[in-house]
């Protein structure tokens, strides 16, 4: 079936002002797969289902729109937590500003570098979680980013590593335009936290595609905040075998426009997978997240937790599925989108769904939206709190089922830290 003469100019134009890397046969033949894809199904319009709430419009451009660099004396996200560090610059790797590539039960190369071998363990991940994550939705940005991503950084995870694993993402040029594509393969038994912070680029389209084989362990948190005119949209695909465990956690704060995509395949038994979010917007914010949890094998559990705080014009959007397929019996799927509206300006748009072809599930799906509670609000000024103080305290009671979901007890305390910095430069 023919695109629609609109989608089809939109997206030639996108594809026409990209040159897609070298590399060897297996990475050449998985772009030019995705690129059928994207041609195939065109790059995404306010007119497609799971884009309704948000308008894709500069994600499609061919060139970025320019994003002031934001400077601020706040300590790095992380700086804390000893953790090898590996940085890029409006999507540019910075060999000088990055660690030693060398980790105890870890094996990490750069996709630039993996890309161009003959044989290499990348060959039967890259795009290949993409390609099974464009259905039953499409996800062209994330096929365009298999076609033309210039570079990323491959994990293959063999032990427990000794350390966490910090992408950092510096933010330098006010028209850059940045397409990375990551890989992470933890093996059997093994375990892995990944971190992500920083503003990436102007436009920032990233991937991250993460294989959890039999009890192995994964753990994701992310921050992406600081430079307020950036636009990104991001997506994770992530399959589970058995007795595996997936955790992610994502805190945005500031930003034009983001669009965080998780897909999850739970295709082992007693697998868990737990993605959530917390989201602080003021004025020319849109915030969207779509998730898509589909249960294809025996008692395993799902959460999706996602907690938006939203104020003078910001918008938030949550789209997300629990799809629980007929073998999947005792299943246990649970999700929640909440947003509290700190004025009459902002607003809130959700779409919680739930499939379900197995009869022996526990499955719920709650969303809410309302104000600052005033009597929690009395109680608090009555007790000699500050009204700015008070409200702050109850945001963050608010957020704290989000927080909950990040395993690292110092992770969650400089999560904390930095919501309540945010806070106390809104405050009205």
């Not at 680029?201 to 753990?219: I, K, M, P, Y």
Request: glycine share 6%; with cysteine; hydrophobic share 40%.
């Amino acid at each position: 079936m023919a695109l629609p003469k609109l989608k089809s100019d939109v997206t030639a134009a996108r594809i026409a002002a990209l040159t897609m890397p070298d590399g060897a046969a297996w990475a050449q033949e998985a772009r030019k797969d995705a690129l059928n894809r994207l041609q195939t199904i065109g790059l995404p319009h306010r007119r497609d289902e799971y884009w309704r709430y948000t308008t894709p419009d500069t994600l499609n451009t061919p060139d970025a729109a320019d994003a002031a660099v934001f400077h601020s004396d706040e300590s790095p996200v992380f700086g804390e937590i000893d953790q090898l560090k590996i940085v890029f610059v409006d999507g540019v790797f910075d060999a000088d500003a990055s660690d030693d590539l060398t980790l105890a039960g870890v094996e990490i190369e750069r996709l630039e570098t993996a890309a161009q071998a003959d044989i290499h363990w990348a060959r039967d991940l890259y795009g290949v979680l993409e390609s099974r994550g464009q259905t039953p939705v499409a996800r062209p940005l994330a096929a365009l980013n298999t076609a033309f991503s210039t570079d990323g950084i491959v994990i293959r995870v063999t032990g427990q590593a000794a350390r966490p694993v910090s992408l950092v993402y510096l933010h330098e040029d006010t028209s850059s335009d940045a397409i990375l594509h990551h890989l992470v393969k933890v093996e059997q038994g093994a375990n892995l936290t990944l971190l992500e912070n920083g503003p990436a680029a102007s436009r920032f389209n990233n991937v991250l595609e993460v294989e959890v084989a039999d009890t192995g362990t994964f753990n994701h948190v992310r921050v992406q905040g600081r430079d307020h005119e950036r636009r990104a949209a991001t997506h994770i695909f992530t399959r589970l075998g058995r007795e595996s465990t997936f955790k992610s956690f994502t805190l945005t704060v500031n930003g034009v426009l983001t669009r965080n995509e998780c897909v999850i395949e739970l295709t082992g038994d007693d697998a868990v997978a737990h993605v959530a979010g917390a989201a602080l917007g003021d004025g020319d914010f849109h915030h969207d997240d779509t998730v898509f949890v589909t249960h294809d094998a025996v008692n395993c559990e799902s959460r999706q937790v996602f907690k938006k705080v939203l104020r003078n014009g910001a918008t938030g959007v949550f789209q997300g599925k629990i799809l629980v397929k007929n073998p999947a019996q005792k299943t246990d799927g649970y999700q929640i989108s909440q947003a509290l509206l700190l004025d009459d300006d902002a607003q809130f748009l959700a779409k919680p769904e739930l499939e379900i072809y197995a009869d022996d599930v526990v499955c719920s799906h709650g969303s809410t939206t309302g104000s600052i509670d005033d009597t929690a609000l009395f109680y608090l000024r009555s007790r000699g709190l500050p009204k700015d103080e008070a409200r702050d305290l109850l945001v963050l009671s608010f957020l704290a089922e989000a927080l909950e979901e990040i395993d690292d007890p110092a992770l969650t305390e400089d999560m904390t830290t930095r919501l309540e910095a945010w806070l106390a430069r809104h405050r009205r």
